[in-house]
């Protein structure tokens, strides 16, 4: 017999469609969107009026490549699943699912499964860490 959804999520789910694992999760933590700044002073580098002084201050651009990072999701341990074998397999359309039915979809991976401890509520939890590669793509629900 299938295990049955916790109801720990209000909703939330991730569905991994290469590997078919799909997991409802209670809490996530997603990485911030960011570009490295880039140091372009050189000797010549003025003041912004034209002048070259002797020192200046330092001058930065925005690398063109976005990093997408890391997502924690905290998931409720489903014992009919096996998350740890999907470590590592490479999906081109990992989709987030939120209770209006609203999408994320992006590619990536799962980087790390750790299963967890109990939580209040008496579930078994544990942790993926997904690494997000490429954009990700917003549909309304």
Do not use: C
């Not at 909703?11 to 694992?21: A, E, K, L, N, R």
Request: glycine fraction near 12%; proline fraction near 7%; charge should be negative.
């Amino acid at each position: 017999m299938a295990s049955p959804l916790a109801g720990v999520s209000h909703g939330y789910s991730i569905t991994f469609p290469v590997s078919g694992f799909t997991a409802e999760f209670k809490d996530v933590t997603l990485p911030p969107t960011a570009v490295e700044s880039i140091e372009t002073t050189h000797q010549g580098s003025d003041d912004g009026l034209g002048h070259t002084p002797i020192t200046a201050d330092s001058v930065f651009l925005p690398s063109l490549v976005r990093q997408t990072g890391e997502a924690s999701l905290e998931i409720h341990f489903n014992p009919d699943k096996q998350p740890e074998t999907f470590v590592g397999v490479v999906e081109t359309a990992m989709v987030v699912t939120h209770p209006s039915l609203a999408t994320w979809t992006f590619g990536g991976f799962i980087k790390e499964y750790t299963p967890g401890g109990h939580d209040h509520n008496g579930l078994m939890m544990g942790t993926l860490v997904v690494v997000r590669s490429g954009a990700t793509t917003y549909a309304a629900g």
